[in-house]
Structures are given as structure tokens and as C-alpha cells.
């Protein structure tokens, strides 16, 4: 799991919440799920057919697209779908498990974009299962969380307020997590290495290695 700072700042999760307070670009969540996910989830979300969510979502999209560290952490190939969900007082969705595929694209990663603020609702932490314990997140909007499509999650009941994200679900140029994990490290040494202005040689071998490593690891 990687939480990612400031994918969008608070001015423009605020601009979307704003946007999006209007009740009928809202649909039942449970449309647009499928087997056990339908019998636990309690939502809202947004109608794709309303432009205003159709906007929302270009906005988080584009701003996904010049994110360094989502783009060097998710290598993303294409992103399968994405949504916009809210959960009012009451309502939450009981753990369950991403599908492998989503509009015929693998789904190697998914992720949940924080639009409102956590002093704004009370509960509705994001809930992933990580290696027999329990990994609660409330992150601050517009925060990303980063997290492997396999992962059993949860969104626990929303106690007061409303609760806005967005969600989405990335297939990624490399398949495997532990090779991603290690281009993430090789990016994070380059973005040091320029940070410090290093030589232009040594910075320039390890781009080579960086390139060579993902045509080797590409699918």
C-alpha cells in the first residue's frame, strides 16, 4: 500500500464536493454490483450519464496523469474504470474483493481518492486486510491510497456526515508486485539524484537501467 499527499489540493476537492452536492447526479450504489459485493454495499454513486460527474472525473483523471508518484508506483497501462461514491450516514460496504477484471482490463491495483476532509464525517475508514491484521485509513482530501486489486476491503459504517471519494481500479504495464516495488525504489533514487543535482553521467546510467528494467518486466 502507498498513500500519496496532495494528488489535488484542498481548493479543488472542495470546488468538486461543491459540484457534486446537487442530489441528482446520484444513483444507488448497488447497480453497479454484482454477486456477494451487492448484499453488502450501501452507497451512492455517481450517474455517468450527468456531465457534471463526467467533469469530476476528467479532473481526477488528468490530475492522476502528471501525479510522479502515482504514475512511478501504479506504471499505469490504462485505467479500467473509475467512480465517484458517497456515503451518507448509516451506509458502508462490508468487505469484499475487487473483480480481476473490470470492461475486459486487468485490474493489478485500485485506489480511493479522498475528496472529503475526515473532520467532515465521523467513521467510514477504509478498511484493507494486509498480511492477517487489519489496516484502517481516513486520509486528509485529496490524499490517494494505493493498494494491490487482491486485497479483501471494507468501508465501515459512516457514524455522521458524508463521506466522498473516488475510486478507481489501474491495470498496470507490470504485472508484478514485487517488480513494481522495486522501479518504485529506482524512481524514488532518481528523483533524489535530481534533487541534489548529481552528475549527469551517474544519473543518466541509472535511467538506462530504469528503462531497460521495465522493457524486461513489461508485460
Not at 136 to 163: D, F
Amino acid at each position: 500500500m502507498l498513500h500519496i499527499n496532495g494528488v489535488m489540493t484542498p481548493d479543488e476537492c472542495r470546488a468538486i464536493r461543491d459540484a457534486l452536492a446537487d442530489e441528482t447526479v446520484w444513483r444507488d450504489g448497488r447497480d453497479t454490483a454484482k454477486g456477494h459485493a451487492r448484499a453488502v454495499k450501501e452507497n451512492l454513486q455517481g450517474d455517468l450519464s450527468k456531465p457534471t460527474v463526467k467533469g469530476v472525473i476528467g479532473k481526477i483523471e488528468a490530475a492522476l496523469k502528471e501525479n510522479e508518484t502515482f504514475q512511478a508506483a501504479a506504471q499505469p497501462e490504462k485505467i479500467a474504470r473509475m467512480a465517484l461514491n458517497q456515503y451518507g450516514t448509516g451506509m458502508s460496504y462490508g468487505d469484499h474483493v475487487d473483480a480481476a477484471y473490470i470492461h475486459d482490463t486487468r485490474t493489478d491495483l485500485s485506489f480511493t481518492l479522498f475528496l472529503s476532509a475526515p473532520e467532515e464525517y465521523e467513521g467510514g475508514d477504509l478498511v484493507i486486510q494486509n498480511a492477517g491484521h487489519d489496516d484502517a485509513i481516513k486520509g486528509p482530501a485529496g490524499s490517494l491510497l494505493l493498494y494491490p486489486s487482491t486485497a479483501v476491503h471494507r468501508v465501515e459504517p459512516v457514524k455522521s456526515g458524508k463521506r466522498l471519494a473516488c475510486i478507481g481500479w489501474v491495470k498496470s504495464r507490470i504485472r508484478s508486485r514485487e517488480q513494481r516495488e522495486m522501479l518504485f525504489e529506482l524512481e524514488t533514487a532518481l528523483a533524489d539524484l535530481r534533487a541534489i543535482n548529481a552528475p549527469a553521467p551517474i544519473y543518466t546510467r541509472l535511467l538506462n537501467l530504469r528503462n531497460n528494467l521495465l522493457r524486461h518486466f513489461g508485460d
